[in-house]
């Protein structure tokens, strides 16, 4: 049967299972969470997933977004042949699988030739990694591609392990928990193969490097070098083996984690570094730096007589290591260099300073080597060659909400950063939701949920949010600490309804509440921020003479990451939390300007152990990843919805008159259909191209009704298969009987019979049909039909056809126009939503332009896109995205004063009801459809277009002269949109406009050399187009 498949077990057993989304539904609960039949039930949503897990089914659906089970152990779907099973297959015809959602994020690349991104969140140790890793092995496995890009796959899969060696850090949650952000994209070219990467890295968590919570650990890199580093290797870095000598890896008394190996891992690294480009030389630097931070903790201090502080361990290897002069390195690291007035003045640092000034330059050193590890990777994954028509991937991995049990700084800026991605999920999953329903003409219900804008903006408003705060008492002149930011805090938003400190609580709150903290109250939960330490981290400061120090080392990668004109400028640099502040800006930016998809990932229990599901912690996630609302959301009006042509395959078994083949549209079929099941109207609607259903409990009554059916249908099946049998094993003992037969008795034949009647009737050929002729002529027409059959042509391209004989001239010509018209149906039954979205634009614009401009001829063979602004999209400022909602086109445009016709660039963007003018920051005329009277071309090939405006609407401006690459697509988009498909004039020579009540102005078109817009005479706008040859 179709939907049943083989599947092998975690025990290696292969057993049966059923694929169908909802036929496993009685088994283990629902594959979808939409099919929940109370999906407003918390405790339901967490028993489907509890019966899943238990059986090892990690993954499930809500609608699109996969829900991910992290399951602590190896399960054996992660094959190549389980990728094969994706690859091609719709979503929601097998199993939930992190490899579906990548193939269908790939095919939606390719087919709507939009980016795309997969954002993977879930709080540390949920799977987020593993899941990203899993999603670009599966490109890498099945994308198509040459030698060039086997080697790309390969740099993208090596950057993963030199990455986590750098970055990752065991930690009480995850023995492999990644310490920073990571955005990644990934390049397709045309064929869909990979040809470049990208990574954008977000906020390091530097204070691990001096640093570590009992039971964790520094970043991996330090214990894997000393595990796994040769001898000789160690003996040149001056380094011993046990980590328990280096003070920067005993502050969490964990130098071992049994489920890893630090030896193997080092070698993983090694033998990656020089896949991605790492020269010999550069990998000797980086093991210098490694083991500069590590000797860097070791270096101690003294206190004199009279205060001063000096440095009591030996520190020539150090600056050795960091390749920068010994002496100024230990004056550096127990002096301060001020400017006062002009003048350079040395102080002497106290003994903790100089600890300070020590921890600073190693976090630093370590940190800034890590965004050069970055930089270098993001080199051997850059796009050698600009690959035409390239689309993009991108993954998201970033740090979960954290809720330890002393949050820093460094919580408060991962927290913030997992609001803002938040906003943007409710957001786009509402976008998409509303744009499916305006596509498929449904009425959109509005849902109910709560919007955390009030929470960012507590954060991050400017002058008001809590950053500006930090900011401000960062800089502010005078005494500043940590407490003064909080006081500051409690005057500034200290009536914020998110916003608590124990000065501020009520007495129950304050029990758990110290002094120095102030709580958030997030969209995930509360969580309570010490400000200890803040001041000093959102400063993030190295002195000065640090810096001079550092930026001449002759060690390049330091050199790099130390610039000469940081220590020469004395433009303060951005501090830590507006740094990442803008970062998250232009990261939700990227992310909004691609077509998302969602991977939220769940840890079952917090002891790292398979097969344990802790409730309570499984529903706080639940909670703070938004799923309830999510499913709230997708669920909003109907529970389930499939494109006609699946619904119609999957269920015409249950109608006579659907079985076995509908020949009509497929909308009426699914109508006989339900209609034939006894659907009540308001169980379901009909969309363009998907039925929408709006209660599970119909769609399982249709399943059941398919489930009771199959024995039938498989009756059927097998007594039409062996009745088809039969009459084959009949028709071959018949030919063989005729063959033997036709052999006996050919000679006689040919000889007395054949010969004379062909060759009387190739005489009489041209005479009327008749005894003289008509074995002749018969066979003619008997060979003609037997040629074409071979020869019909095999596409709706293909215009030959064999030449008939006179006498099957008519038939010949009704053959021919059958065999189109059946190719063209076929070939509509295949074609894609966005293929056929595009054919119906491509039609009007034949129908607007054909013979009547001189550029339509080029226009034909070039596709019409969704969007022309490429990356010009991601400067038009967030306000006017967000006023504009769900723009349909962008293109850039140069719009020509009415008066004077002063060109200015300028965005066009086309929603549903109305274009706009933009200014990258503004929006400087808005056209609403209903005001737009026409749109004036000439004839010729200059890309100049008017929009003529009513003048009853005042709100209006006025009529638009426009000027654009791309007219033909623009205007035919427009007139679409604004249904004015017949209110577009093509004219010869000139066009009119209005420049003010009563005013007219004039365009001139004429051919010229080359394209040309000037002021001609009497005032025109000429308007010189380009002679096409
Ligand atoms: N699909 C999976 N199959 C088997 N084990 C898994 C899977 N997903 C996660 N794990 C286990 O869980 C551990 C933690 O996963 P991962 O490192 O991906 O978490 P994370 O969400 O990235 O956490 P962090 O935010 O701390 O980086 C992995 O090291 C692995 O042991
Ligand atoms: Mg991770």
Known sequence: MRYQAREVDIEGRVRLVMEGALTARDRVGVQDFVLLENYNSEAAFIENLRRRFRENLIYTYIGSVLVSMNPYKELEIYSKQQMDRYRGVSFYEISPHIYALSDNTYRAMRTERKDQCILISGESGAGKTEASKKILLYYAVTCPTNDHMAALGDRLLQSNPVLEAFGNAKTLRNDNSSRFGKYMDVQFDFRGAPVGGHILNYLLEKSRVVHQNHGERNFHIFYQLLDGGEDDQLNTLNLERNPQNYRYLVKGNCPRVSSISDKNNWKVVMKALPVIGFTEEEVQKLLNIIASVLHLGNTQFGEGEEGETYITTEISNLARLLGVDGSALREALTHKKLTAKGEEMITPLNFEQAEAARDALAKAVYGRTFTWLVEKINQSLALKVHSKGSSVIGLLDIYGFEVLQHNSFEQFCINYCNEKLQQLFIELTLRSEQEEYETEGIAWETVQYF????????????????????????????????????????????????????????????????????????????????????????????????????????????????????????????????????????????????????????????????????????????????????????????????????????????????????????????????????????????????????????????????????????????????????????????????????????????????????IKGFIYRHGEYGPENDYFLDHVRYSFLKNLRKNLPKSVLDKSWPTPPPSLDEASEHLQRLHMRNMVTKYCWRVQPEWKKQMMQKVVASEIFKDQKDSYPQSVGKLFLDSRLGTQREQISLKVVQTLGNDKYGVSVIKYDKRGFKPRPRQLLLTNTFAVLVDKTKIKQRIDYTALRDIALSSLSDGMCVLHITREDNKQKGDLLLHCSHSIELVTKLAMMANKTSNVNINPGSIQFTVARGKEGIIDFVRGAELKVTKGRRGHLLVVSQRLL
């Open 451 to 758: 919007d955390n804008k009030i929470i960012c903006d507590l954060i991050e408003e400017k002058h008001k949010g809590i950053i500006s705060i930090l900011d401000e008492e960062c800089l502010r002149p005078g005494e500043t600490c940590d407490v003064s930011f909080l006081e500051k805090l409690e005057d500034t938003v200290g009536g914020h309804p998110h916003f608590v400190t124990h000065k501020l609580a009520n007495g129950k709150t304050r029990r758990v509440m110290s002094r120095e903290e102030f709580r958030l109250l997030h969209y995930a939960g509360e969580v309570n921020y010490n400000v200890n330490g803040f001041l000093d981290k959102n400063n993030d400061l190295l002195n000065r003479n640090l810096k001079e120090v550092m930026c001449q080392s002759d060690n390049q990668i330091l050199s790099h990451c130390f610039r000469r004109e940081e220590v020469i400028d004395q433009k303060r640099p951005e501090m830590a939390a507006t740094q990442f502040k803008n970062s998250l800006m232009k990261l939700t930016e990227i992310l909004r300007s691609k077509e998302p998809s969602y991977v939220r990932c769940i840890k079952p229990n917090d002891a790292k152990q398979p097969g344990r599901f802790d409730e309570v912690l499984v529903r706080h996630q639940v909670k703070y990843l938004g799923l309830m609302e999510n499913l709230r959301v997708r669920r909003a009006g109907f529970a389930y919805r499939r494109r006609f042509e699946a619904f119609l395959q999957r269920y015409k078994p249950l109608c006579p008159e659907t079985w076995p083949n509908w020949h009509g549209r497929l909308a009426d079929g699914v109508l006989t259909l339900v209609k034939h099941l006894g659907y009540k109207d308001e169980e379901y609607k009909l969309g363009r191209s998907k039925i929408f259903i709006r209660f599970p409990k119909t769609l399982f009554n249709t399943e059941d009704a398919l489930e009771a059916k199959k024995p039938e249908i498989a009756l059927t099946l097998q007594t039409s298969w062996r009745g088809y049998r039969e009459r084959a094993k009949y028709q071959r003992i018949r030919r063989f009987l005729v063959l033997c037969f036709a052999k006996y008795n050919n000679f006689h034949h040919d000889f007395c019979i054949f010969f004379p009647r062909f």
